[in-house]
């Protein structure tokens, strides 16, 4: 019979047979076999999760969302390709896409897993809806109290929500998410970067700073926080500093920025080099 437990774990064994011989080197023969796989025991949710890591590996996540779907729409009951499904529009930033199939499946563990509200109130913050994303968060925070990448999310929708209504007192509360963030696990450069921005935004340079620079001391590939460092700086008027964060900056990330980005950076820095030769 077709889900005899033999049969079974000979699919099971070629789907990681697969992985083994990517990671001999092998890439175009592990992706071959899962794809036989998958033709040939359609209900085998690991096949489909194993190619999609495959695919992500090469850098080739639109391919690995595809499976993905694929084997949703073949195993509709399957909560796993579900839940991977998800974890990788949320990578990809299709978070419309993310609200879609939330509404489209229903799985009772949607209501008590913290990780997939996270990613449910990632999709919510992202498209605009910074309410419903803190509600969803708490939610989740209800299930597990201990999950510091939701006290961060929390923190940066409060953020949001707070520069969006000047209100005070949602302010307050996006800098103790992200207080409770950094004291959960205070190795993550997340928080540290939204508490740099809620300092700096309330006026509270030194504050600002210190975020910034651990964030550079945890992850020194963060993105835009050497330029953080380098607005925060000439805030306090030290276009010195400013002027090596904005040039770290501009070096690393040239080829990233817009047309306009540059040119801001550009006039920037030169307005740093100006000052700076005066101090």
Same mark, same amino acid.
């Given at each position: 019979?077709?889900?005899?437990?033999?049969?079974?774990?000979?699919?099971?064994?070629?789907?990681?047979? !697969?992985?083994?011989?990517?990671?001999?080197?092998?890439?175009?023969?592990?992706?071959?076999?899962?794809?036989?796989?998958?033709?040939?025991?359609?209900?085998?949710?690991?096949?489909?999760?194993?190619?999609?890591?495959?695919?992500?590996?090469?850098?080739?996540?639109?391919?690995?969302?595809?499976?993905?779907?694929?084997?949703?729409?073949?195993?509709?009951?399957?909560?796993?390709?579900?839940?991977?499904?998800?974890?990788?529009?949320?990578?990809?930033?299709?978070?419309?896409?993310?609200?879609?199939?939330?509404?489209?499946?229903?799985?009772?563990?949607?209501?008590?897993?913290?990780?997939?509200?996270?990613?449910?109130?990632?999709?919510?913050?992202?498209?605009?809806?910074?309410?419903? !994303?803190?509600?969803?968060?708490?939610?989740?925070?209800?299930?597990?109290?201990?999950?510091?990448?939701?006290?961060?999310?929390?923190?940066?929708?409060?953020?949001?929500?707070?520069?969006?209504?000047?209100?005070?007192?949602?302010?307050?509360?996006?800098?103790?998410?992200?207080?409770?963030?950094?004291?959960?696990?205070?190795?993550?450069?997340?928080?540290?970067?939204?508490?740099?921005?809620?300092?700096?935004?309330?006026?509270?340079?030194?504050?600002?700073?210190?975020?910034? *620079?651990?964030?550079?001391?945890?992850?020194?590939?963060?993105?835009?926080?050497?330029?953080?460092?380098?607005?925060?700086?000439?805030?306090?008027?030290?276009?010195?500093? !400013?002027?090596?964060?904005?040039? *770290?900056?501009?070096?690393?990330?040239?080829?990233?920025?817009?047309?306009?980005?540059?040119?801001?950076?550009?006039?920037?820095?030169?307005?740093?080099?100006?000052?700076?030769?005066?101090?």
């Amino acid at each position: 019979p077709e889900d005899d437990v033999k049969v079974l774990l000979l699919y099971n064994n070629k789907a990681t047979q !697969a992985i083994e011989l990517y990671e001999k080197g092998k890439v175009q023969e592990g992706i071959e076999l899962l794809k036989k796989v998958i033709k040939e025991k359609k209900s085998l949710d690991s096949a489909y999760y194993n190619l999609a890591v495959l695919y992500e590996w090469e850098g080739k996540r639109k391919d690995a969302m595809q499976v993905l779907k694929l084997g949703l729409e073949n195993i509709p009951s399957s909560y796993e390709l579900f839940f991977n499904y998800v974890s990788f529009l949320i990578k990809a930033d299709f978070f419309e896409e993310v609200l879609r199939v939330f509404k489209e499946k229903r799985f009772p563990q949607m209501e008590s897993d913290p990780e997939l509200l996270n990613n449910q109130g990632l999709a919510y913050s992202r498209t605009g809806d910074l309410e419903k !994303a803190i509600e969803i968060y708490e939610k989740a925070l209800a299930l597990d109290s201990q999950f510091p990448a939701l006290h961060n999310n929390l923190g940066t929708a409060y953020l949001s929500l707070s520069l969006k209504k000047g209100d005070s007192k949602v302010f307050q509360k996006a800098i103790e998410s992200f207080k409770r963030a950094i004291e959960l696990d205070p190795q993550y450069p997340l928080p540290y970067n939204g508490l740099g921005i809620a300092y700096r935004q309330g006026g509270n340079l030194e504050g600002a700073i210190y975020c910034w *620079e651990k964030v550079l001391e945890l992850n020194p590939d963060f993105g835009p926080v050497s330029y953080n460092l380098g607005l925060a700086y000439m805030d306090k008027k030290n276009y010195v500093k !400013a002027l090596n964060f904005l040039n *770290e900056y501009y070096k690393k990330y040239y080829n990233s920025l817009s047309p306009k980005e540059r040119e801001n950076v550009e006039s920037l820095i030169k307005t740093c080099r100006t000052k700076a030769l005066k101090q």
